[in-house]
């Protein structure tokens, strides 16, 4: 399988997922965008969800109302973590 570097995000992806800019960089295609930051060019900047402990790339979280970062609904965490302190912290749509 062919594949090449995200220059936005720093994934190695198939390039059928990517289209090449000028100057030879690629980037993904809209509709089929990198999930979560890789190790390269791009940011590896991950927050905690605070519904569930797990570490997240900034574009799966939004900031629940009250200043905490969570998981948005389309984009939950998946197995493993937990609700944390769900008393405190009120009602989740």
């Known amino acids: 399988m062919d594949t090449r570097t995200c220059y936005k995000h720093g994934k190695s992806r198939a390039i ?52 905490r970062l969570v998981c948005i609904a389309d984009r939950r965490c998946k197995s493993g973590g937990q609700v944390i302190n769900e008393s405190s912290r009120g009602p989740v749509d």
């Open 16 to 67: 059928r997922y990517l289209q090449e800019e000028p100057g030879g960089r690629w980037v993904c295609v809209a509709g089929y965008e990198c999930k979560a930051a890789g190790s390269g060019a791009g940011t590896d900047l991950r927050v905690q969800c605070t519904l569930h402990g797990k570490l997240r790339s900034l574009d799966c979280l939004e900031d629940d109302g009250t200043g």
